[in-house]
Structure formats: structure tokens, C-alpha cells
């Protein structure tokens, strides 16, 4: 009798840690469930409107030498807390963004240890975002993560849009099967010729993860806040359908150094039943914190065009200025070298380019292999690959700030670093004074290749640092970045928002290299501009590289398909990567890429679905000027497009930019018809998309 | 028949490439060969007099992926040439240094790949220098090492004063031992608490090795010149006496990554039949690059004490500011924190410093702990662990350096990186601009513990960079430097004179922690300092720590000995290092450290035996003063003294420091007596050295 009662009470006190925390959404259609497991470790799990999204998943962490800090843990407090703001991001997609959560915050202690550890939840009407924090404490001052054990158990065999885990590139094909089938399909996957790859060893995959449930579930994995610790991969397991956190190493196998006092990035899951919801989804932004800049009006928006797409479509020009290779930087007399004839940056052909881009409104003109470095820039051999301070002989920094300047055009300032990070760090200041000395107030940054610190990945925590570095030290400059090859953004624009851009995944320079498929761009929105914007570098009108040489590449979409991406891919920079030439020969083409806005007060959804079709609606900052893209994957379609967001009783112009009757990406990829048409907030306008074609539209009012 | 005449030919081909190459130094006593062996590798030898120095061995390189650089070479040039010059140093042991060689340069090219490798010889009168040279050539730019092939075959089983072997420190105990014995030693001289250790994996030693052999040939091995390549450790085969090339790598395997158009650094074979000449020599100095630096005005040698042995001592004293361990720096706000009540840079402290400093005719006053970040400077874990431009709250940076200034005394910067490099150097300008504003001219870096980036180690090609662009870029400043934990220096101080001086190895701080054993002293000159000076902080006279508190390390010498190190430890940076209050209870001794002189006009090697004693005289740069330090190891002798070396017919003063009676390390080591004697050139002064005793000798003309 008495072993009885001792078991009803150990009973008890067990039941007394496992009562669960639930947290509803505003809208009461999301649910979150707390608790902790027979074995005293932290479990959630998610429903969104009774259906599982995320059944029960274990928390926490494995940390070294060899310790579980994810289970035995005792509840010390929990709190709940709910917020409703609205803020205005310095650019966007939309003027006002509305922050609508419930919050969670639970705090542990680990038996045995008295080790601390929070868990703060925030549950939106589109999803969840957790993360962990690591409270100043008496017995942790610093660990080392060997692996962050969040789980996201999922209900079935979703299909997936999935690129594999890999530390250091995000630019592989993006494929789509069900969970079961990445198996036998991750190989093929991995199987590019990218500039850097390391693969992880296990079966995993990159976030953000698109995820589509049979029961027609839209759930997007990824996080927020990126900062001071390394990017989140995805384990899967194929049979159970269980993912959990893969943070990438450094190379000597250690996962994150982390001194308490600090936090987790969030672990961000958006779902809901309307594919639309996820593209309009403000959770991963609104995770981050707020913007750390106190002038903001030095940052603009940016269209812009450069010396750039004529480096791929194999018609002859290079960055290098001569073809001699044994150069080191410091010691090189360039001056001393024979040019090759075909070095690109030359300043007579960068004024060919100011010239059109003034002519034609643009905001700046890029210019590629402007520096000293790029004959002999074969990553990881060697650590003093560039100077970003040093110009070719034949690249004139004065003379084109001048002529630049007559004309009210800017030059993008261009670094890449081959991945030699510590020496960009050793030479950014002197970098970024010397842009600002020669009026260049904007950059884009390049990881080609791997990365010297030789301990490094592009995805690790020592990268993510280097990257946020660039973006905090640019600013103190007023300079804005675009970074190329870097770990794929997670809302960290919010908070520097002079980070206007990234690559980070598979950009229109594959259409010169391996080719891009036709279903790319509608799932690119889904899928890695969850994290911020992206420059994808749209606006390709000759597709057909062989015009230039031997290149045999061909374009994976209509001509009009190209001009739609500029409302499809949001980003607040956006690039007309054509030759110039090219758009001379179409201007009425032209003319949408021309007009469209960059920056935007409000965005319209009217149709998703991923891996399928995307139409958005904008309209124009401070403007009565909407611009819509219509995109299709390989099959043809019929966009309906629903103007019922424009103003009621208002009369407005609509331009169209539709594909031809015979247009197909793979047989008539440039035949376009533009028509003008009269269009109010009752209009449906019908259209007809190409094979991998589009549609763009812009709307004036009357 | 025909087989038989096809044979000949071969082998008249074979002995064509075979001609032994012979090179003999400009006195005649060394003899080096060179020749291709029977395999077409290098091969070279060296004789003293006819006695075997290096037996024929092998040069060469293995290469990544998996290439053998080192056979199948044929000889393609030979060039003979001899050089017979003297320079200035800035300072040094003597104003004047004779470079006199011979040099064998061999052009050669691999059969079947058709690389190209040069080798160049240079042989003096006290031994040989050889280097690798990659010239530039169109089939091969980059390479990585795998290894250096390079041998030493030794022709005996020689007496041997080793450390072992270890990537990431050089401050173990000494070992003399025979080589055969090594393996049953290293384990021992292994285990000692160092603050980082990566010992090599198999049987190796470092770097300078000192060797006698059972026929009296003293033999040095070292390098010289060591630039953007990893340092040089010896495996030993303890039966053959066959030493070879063992190059630091970084933690992913690699031994350096190479870029054709540059060269190895020098390894330099020191050979005498008397011990005083490899004290004397200056090959390895001869073989670094003259002065890069035009202005040298500013370099001054120096003499200082400083807030720093009080940290040793166990008497309370820190360089943290308070006990709040939680510290991130550029977010904690140290005006908050409670100060400690023990923090040693406080300013009044070291105005008490500055006051000692300027009255006993000092030149600067070094202080440690002076700077944000030492609560909490774990190595590895965090990176950003100091500011090197945020004073603590009590160290007022322009009030000292008003109050210095005003005395004639400079501030000596402190620069403990905790080997967090990637780090300092992104601070590094920002540190030496903040040094100048404040009068700081002379910087102590420190590499305690495991580097950041995590692929290096402190010996590595990576790191070797970094102490050379920080002492370059010093330079810029017109900074000196002084670096500890850093790798053994070659000679570079020829090239950047600012760097004045190095740790490096087994330094007074032991004395605090598990002690420095009598015979120390005398091998350090053969060994560590055969690459440059060392700033090994002689000067204790308190020698019994638990005066202090709780620790109970005694000094391993008489006080006497610690006066006569400042002319035995050649160093043109000398610290006084006790506590000022030890001096002032010994004027009489002290006076002997405020006279000596840290810069020469000549140096005369009196009397040496590495590992048993050392007795030297110097004389003063630019005046009629010489000082002789005589030191011996745990046995007590009599040193002679002969003062040949002055001018004839001149009268000279001698103040003679030595040991008192009874003197003895162990029991009495702070017993000295002090003497005047009227001496010539004549004279010949006969002294007793207490078991790790010395004697000190101050000599003005009269």
C-alpha cells in the first residue's frame, strides 16, 4: 500500500511538469502544444484548423564534450504574452506591416546540472516561430553545440520542393518529389557542377522547405534572425517523416560557440490552406529586430543595369584585364602588362552604359572586373587574390564618378572575394572609404568557391557572422549590399535594411551555365525569398547564346516571362541584365522594365501555386501605378487576374505584355504581343500564359 | 653487344647528371656537394674539416593531390657565384656584420611533368644555407604541400637539446639527451600544462636544434627568412640519425599553399668545432632580406619594467578590471561593473611604475591588463573576446600619457590577443592609430592559446603571415613589436628591425608556474635565439614566491644570474622584470641592470658550452663601456675572464657582481658581492659561480 502511494505521487508530480501549455493564434485556427515527455524533454506540436502540421517534436540540444541538454528538464516559469503593432519597413513589399501574435516564453532548468534554458514561442495567424535562449547563468558561460536537436515531426509524405543540404552553395536545381522519394532522388540532385559543394552526409535539405500536404496544407520550414550561430539544414528521415535541425559545422565538426547571455535564431514553420498566405506570409520578417539604423534615407531602391551578362553569354569580353596569370597583388605592376583586348570594365564601355542608363531612367549602372586580381583568382590556392582599392589601368575610378555623376547615374561598387574572407576583412574599411571617396554608395559581395578561413563554410556560424559584419560595417559607411554566394537570408533586411539584397540560391547565370527548368521562379517565392529579397537578375531577351559564340545555352523562359519576373521575384533591386543592345532592339518590351516600380505600398497574391504559377499585383510606392506578373511553369495557362484591388469607380489604362499566340520557351520564346486596354476594380482580365511564359501588365490611372 | 653499348650510354647519361656539384666555404673548412642520385632526386652533403656533417640526403617536395616533386630531375643549370659585403644593423650585437659566401644556384626540370625547381646554396664560413625556389612557369601556378622532403642524415647519435616537436607552442623544458634516447623521452617532455599543445604526431623536435657530436662538431639546424610558409619541425629516425623536413600544417592536412614565383625559407646548417662561433654566427641573419624600411629612425632599443610580474607572483594582483565574468564586448558597459579592488593597470599604479621608471633612467613602463575583455578571454571559444582601443574604467589613457610624457618615459601598448587573430586584425588598424594618438610607440602581442581562424595553428603558413603583416604593418605606424606565444623567429628582424624582439619559448613567467631548470639559461643562446632575441624578462630578485601567498615557485637561479642574463640573453628589448619595490631593496645590485647597455658595438663569445655555461662580453654602442655576463647551469665553476678584447694600454674600472660564498639557487640564491677592480687588456679575472650562479661585469675606461 505504501509503494502505492509513493507511485500515485511520483505519478503526479510527473503529470505536474507534463501539463501541457497550449497557445492559440489571434485568428484561433493555428494551436501549439507544450509540454515535457516522460523522459522531462521539451515537445511541441502544431494544428492548423484541427489538422496536423507538426505532431509532437522533441526540443533542445546535444552540446560538447558529450552532454544531452535536451532532456531532464524542469518547468522553473512560464509566460504568456500577446502583442498587436503595426511598423513601416524602410522598403517592402507592403508600407505597413502588422505584427499579430500570441507569446509563449518557457523557462527550464536542467535537473542534475541546473543548467538554464528559455523557449519563447510566437504564434501568428500564418504560423509558428520559436527559438531558444540562453540565460546569463551562474554554471554556462560558454558551450559548443554538437548538434541543436528541434525536431519537426511531420504528418505524412508531403510533397517537397527541396535543394540538398549542403554547407556551402544554395544554387542546385530546385526538385520536387514526395519526403519518400529524396532518397533515391538526392543524389541526382546533388550531382551539379557548382563552384563549391559540401554535401552533408546524411539525407537532409535546405530550408526554406516548401511543403505541400495531401490534404492541401501549405507549410513553409525555415528561420529568422540569422545571427551569431550557424544556418539550420533539415534531417529527413524518409519512412517517418520526421525532419530535425542540421546546423552547419565548422570543419572541425563544432556546430556553434555560444556564450550565454544570447539567443537561437527562430525556427520558423508558416502554413496554411491557400498557397497565396505563404507568398503574403510577414512572420520571418517580423521575427527580427527592428531596424538598428538611425538614418534610413540614404537606402533607395535600385534598378539598374551593368557591365555584367556579356562575362557569360560567351561572346568573348572577361573581367581579367590580360591574359598573364603568375599576379600578385601588391607586387603586379599592371600597368606594366599586356591588356587582352577584351577586358569588359573598360571606362569607354562603362560610359556606354552610364549613357543607357540614363537615357532610359535608370537608377545605377554595375560594373564587374573593375579591379586588380582576376587573372590568377582560383579560389582557396591563394589568400590576396584582389585589391579593392586598386583599379585596372584602364578603368578610370575619377573620370567615370564624374561622368556618372553628370549624368545622375550611380556605380555599384562590385567585391568579389573568391571566398578569401579574412583578407576582405582586413581590407573592407579601406574598401568602403574608398568607396565613398570615389561616390559609390551601394556594393555587391561574392563567395565564389570555398572559403579561406580554411575551417569554414559558407553556411556556418563564423560566415554568418562575416556576413552580418559586412552589412553593419557597410552601413556605418552608408553603403548598401547585395551579397552573392552568401548563407540564404532570414529577415535580416529588417534590421539592416541597407542589406537590400541577396543571391544566395540559383540566379539568372545558370540560364549560361547548366540551364535553369521552367518551374524554377515559381518556387523560388516559395522557397528562398521566404528569407528577402533576391537578385535574381531578370530581363534576358536573347535568350539564344549562341548568337554571341559557342555558348549553346538557351533561355528556360518567353521573353515576356522575363519582364514578369520583376513583379514575381520581389526585390528592391532589381537589375535589367540584358546587354544593351538587346533592349534596343525591343523598346516597346522595354518599355515594362522601364516603368516598373521597385518599392511598393501594397501587394496582391491573386494566384499561387508552387512549383506551378504565380500572379502578383503591386501597387507602386507613392504612386496611382499598379504592375502585375503572371508566371507558368512548362505548361501553358490562363492567369485570371482580379483588378478588384484597384479603387471603386475609379477608370484606369492597362498596358499588356502578353505572350504571342505561338510563343513557347523552347520554340518561339521572344514573339510578345502588347496591347493597351481601359480596366476598373471590376475587370478580370484573362491571359493566356506560354509554355514557361508570363504576362506583365501595368496600370495607370486615368 | 649492342645491350652492352646501350648500357654505357644509359649509365654515361646516368653519371652526367650524377657530376657531383662541390661548393667549399671561403675559409676551405666546409665542403658541400650536390648531385642527382641514381633516381634523379637532389641530393647534397657536408663536411667540417673533413669530418661528416650532413651525410648525403635528400631535397625535395611531395605535392597535392598526390605527386612526387622530388625525383626524376634533371639538371638544367648551375650557376657558381661569391659575395664577400657587410651591413648595418639597426641595432644588434655588433654595428658591423660580414656576409661572406659562396653560392651554388641548380636550375632543375622534372622529367615528365616539366615543372621547374631551383635550389640555391649559399656556404659561409660557420655553415650552409639552402632554399627551394619555384620560379614562374606556364605549367604549374598553384600547388599544395604535402610535405618537404627536404634531410638532414646526421652522422652520429649526437647529443641533442630538443623540445618536441608541437604545432602550437615552443615554451616546453629543454631536453639533452642523445638522439638515440629521444624516443624514450618525449613523452615526458611532452607533458608538460601548456596553454595550447598539438604535438606533432610521430618523433619530431623543433627548431633551432643543437647538436654535438661524440667528435666535437657542434651543429645547428634551423631556417632563416621564414615568409608565407609553415615552420619547419624535424622528424627523427633515432636509429639512422636521419632527420628530415616535418612542416607545420593547418588542421585540414595541408603544408602550405604555394603560388610559383616565390621561394622556401632558408634551412641553415650551423657547423663548428667550437661551441663560441655558432654563438657568434650570422648566417641566419645574413640570409633574411635587408631592411624594408627606409626610416629606422624611430627603432630604439629599449629597457623597461612594467605592471606584469605582479600578475605572476600569487600576490592578488589581476588584469581584470571586476569578477563579473559575463562580459561581451562592445555591449557591456564596464562603468557599471563593480571593480574588483585588485586590478593592476589602475592608474595611479602605474604612474608609481612611471615614477620608478624615470627615476632609475628606464625608457618605458609595459602594462598589461590595461584593456576591455579579460573577465572572460577563454581561448576558442568566443572570438571577440577584446577591445584593443576601450581602456578600463581606472586606466586613463591621456592622463598617463601626459604624466609618462612629462617624464620622459613611454608607455609600452599591450596587445593580448588570446590568439582570437582573424579578430586582431580586423582591430589592428584601429589599435596602432590608437596607439599613436596616445604616444605609444612599442607594442607586446600575446597568442595565448588555440587560434581563430580554427583551421591554424601557430607555427602554420597562415599564422607565419600574420606575425610578419603585423610587424609590417607596424611598421607603417613606426611601431615596434614584441610578440609572444609567436613562432620561433629566422631572422626577419633583419628585414622589419621594428620587430624587436620575440618570446617564443620557455620564459621568466615559468619561474612562476612549473619552474626553468639551472642549465636553461645556458641553451637557450644555441637554441631559440639563434633566430633573434628573446624577451625573456630577466631581473628577479625576490625569488621566493610565497612571500607573496600561496605559491610556491622558486627561482631556478641566484640573483647574480638573473644580472648577468642581461648580457648572456642577447635582446635589444631588456625588462626589469621584478616588482619596483625588490630593486629598491637591492640598489646596490639593481645598479647593474640600470648601467647595462641594450644595444652593441661588438659582442666577444668568451666561453661556451651549450647546456653547461655561457660567458660573454659586449661592448656598448657608442661608448668606452663594456658589460660581461657570465652564467653556468646547476654546477658551479669558474669562469675566465679574459679581457683581451680592450684596447691596449688603456686602464679600465671594473665593477664585478658576483656570487656570494655560500651562494646556491636552491639555498641561497640571493647572496652577491660586489667589487671594483682596476683591469687591462692584460687581465684575465677568474671567477666562482655558485651552482646556477653567474657574474656580471661592468668595464668603463678610466
Not at 536537436?149 to 535543394?163: C, M, N, P, R, S
Not at 478580370?684 to 504576362?695: D, I
Request: a negative charge; proline letters at 4%.
Amino acid at each position: 500500500m505504501k509503494k502505492l502511494i509513493l507511485c500515485v505521487m511520483i505519478c503526479l508530480f510527473g503529470v505536474g511538469f507534463s501539463l501541457a501549455q497550449t497557445l492559440t493564434s489571434p485568428d484561433g485556427n493555428l494551436v501549439m502544444d507544450f509540454h515535457l515527455s516522460a523522459d522531462k524533454t521539451p515537445v511541441y506540436s502544431l494544428k492548423y484548423k484541427g489538422k496536423d502540421v507538426i505532431k509532437e517534436s522533441k526540443m533542445g540540444f546535444q552540446i560538447r564534450p558529450s552532454f544531452d541538454f535536451s532532456k531532464n528538464f524542469r518547468i522553473v516559469e512560464t509566460k504568456e504574452d500577446a502583442s498587436d503593432t503595426t511598423w513601416n519597413p524602410v522598403w517592402g513589399q507592403n508600407s505597413v506591416i502588422r505584427d499579430n501574435h500570441k507569446e509563449l516564453f518557457v523557462a527550464l532548468e536542467q535537473e542534475g546540472t541546473g543548467w538554464l534554458l528559455n523557449i519563447r514561442f510566437r504564434l501568428f495567424d500564418d504560423g509558428l516561430g520559436f527559438r531558444y535562449e540562453f540565460p546569463v547563468q551562474k554554471e554556462l558561460r560558454h558551450f559548443t553545440i554538437n548538434e541543436e536537436v528541434t525536431e519537426f515531426q511531420l504528418a505524412g509524405d508531403h510533397k517537397a520542393f527541396w535543394i540538398p543540404a549542403d554547407y556551402d552553395t544554395n544554387e542546385f536545381q530546385i526538385t520536387t518529389s514526395k519526403l519518400s522519394e529524396v532518397p533515391q532522388l538526392i543524389d541526382k540532385a546533388r550531382d551539379e557542377a557548382l563552384a563549391c559543394k559540401s554535401p552533408s552526409p546524411n539525407l537532409a535539405v535546405q530550408t526554406p522547405l516548401m511543403l505541400k500536404s495531401d490534404d492541401g496544407l501549405y507549410i513553409n520550414i525555415h528561420e529568422a534572425a540569422l545571427v551569431n550561430y550557424p544556418a539550420m539544414h533539415l534531417n529527413l528521415d524518409a519512412q517517418t517523416f520526421l525532419m530535425s535541425s542540421h546546423l552547419t559545422p565548422d570543419k572541425n565538426g563544432t556546430k556553434g560557440y555560444i556564450q550565454t547571455g544570447s539567443t537561437s535564431p527562430w525556427r520558423t514553420i508558416i502554413v496554411s490552406d491557400d498557397a497565396r498566405n505563404i507568398l503574403a506570409s510577414n512572420l520571418i520578417v517580423n521575427l527580427n529586430e527592428p531596424c538598428k539604423l538611425e538614418d534610413t534615407s540614404w537606402i533607395k531602391p535600385t534598378k539598374y543595369v551593368g557591365v555584367w551578362w556579356e562575362y557569360f553569354t560567351g561572346g568573348g569580353s572577361t573581367w581579367a584585364y590580360t591574359d598573364t596569370q603568375d599576379i600578385v597583388i601588391g607586387k603586379t605592376d599592371y600597368t606594366k602588362l599586356k591588356p587582352n583586348g577584351h577586358h569588359g570594365a573598360n571606362t569607354a564601355h562603362v560610359k556606354e552604359y552610364i549613357d543607357f542608363a540614363a537615357k532610359n531612367g535608370f537608377d545605377a549602372v554595375l560594373v564587374e572586373g573593375w579591379n586588380e586580381g582576376w587573372e590568377d583568382n582560383y579560389a582557396y590556392a591563394k589568400e590576396f587574390i584582389y585589391s579593392f582599392t586598386k583599379a585596372y589601368p584602364d578603368f578610370d575610378v575619377k573620370e567615370l564618378q564624374r561622368y556618372a555623376a553628370s549624368k545622375g547615374v550611380k556605380i555599384i561598387m562590385h567585391h568579389e572575394t573568391t571566398s578569401s574572407v579574412a583578407d576582405y576583412e582586413r581590407q573592407m574599411h579601406d574598401a568602403f572609404r574608398f568607396m565613398k571617396e570615389n561616390g559609390y554608395d551601394a556594393v555587391k559581395t561574392g563567395y565564389v568557391g570555398p572559403i579561406i578561413p580554411r575551417s569554414e563554410h559558407h553556411d556556418g556560424q563564423w560566415m554568418v557572422n562575416h556576413y552580418n559584419r559586412v552589412a553593419e560595417t557597410a552601413a556605418q559607411y552608408h553603403i548598401m549590399v547585395n551579397s552573392h554566394e552568401a548563407v540564404r537570408p532570414t529577415g535580416m533586411y529588417r534590421t539592416y535594411p541597407n542589406w537590400i539584397a541577396q543571391e544566395s540560391a540559383r540566379g539568372t547565370e545558370f540560364e549560361s551555365f547548366n540551364g535553369i527548368r521552367p518551374d524554377h521562379q515559381t518556387i523560388l517565392p516559395f522557397t528562398r525569398l521566404m528569407g528577402g529579397p533576391m537578385d535574381y537578375t531578370p530581363g534576358i531577351f536573347e535568350g539564344d547564346l549562341s548568337v554571341y559564340g559557342s555558348n549553346k545555352a538557351k533561355l528556360g523562359t518567353t521573353l515576356v516571362k522575363q519582364l514578369a519576373l520583376y513583379v514575381t521575384m520581389y526585390s528592391p533591386l532589381q537589375m535589367a541584365a540584358d546587354l544593351y543592345q538587346n533592349y534596343e532592339k525591343y523598346p516597346d518590351a522595354f518599355q515594362f522594365i522601364k516603368d516598373v516600380a521597385v518599392d511598393w505600398d501594397n501587394t496582391y497574391i491573386l494566384e499561387a501555386e508552387p512549383g506551378d504559377y504565380i500572379t502578383i499585383a503591386r501597387k507602386a510606392k507613392g504612386k496611382n501605378e499598379w504592375y502585375i506578373g503572371g508566371i507558368t511553369d512548362e505548361n501553358s495557362r490562363e492567369a485570371v487576374i482580379d483588378l478588384s484591388f484597384l479603387s471603386t469607380g475609379k477608370k484606369y489604362q492597362a498596358t499588356i505584355y502578353a505572350d504571342g499566340k505561338t510563343a513557347d520557351w523552347r520554340t518561339n520564346p521572344k514573339e510578345y504581343v502588347i496591347s493597351t486596354k481601359k480596366v476598373t476594380n471590376k475587370t478580370k482580365l484573362k491571359q493566356r500564359l506560354a509554355p514557361s511564359g508570363g504576362v506583365a501588365v501595368s496600370i495607370k490611372e486615368l
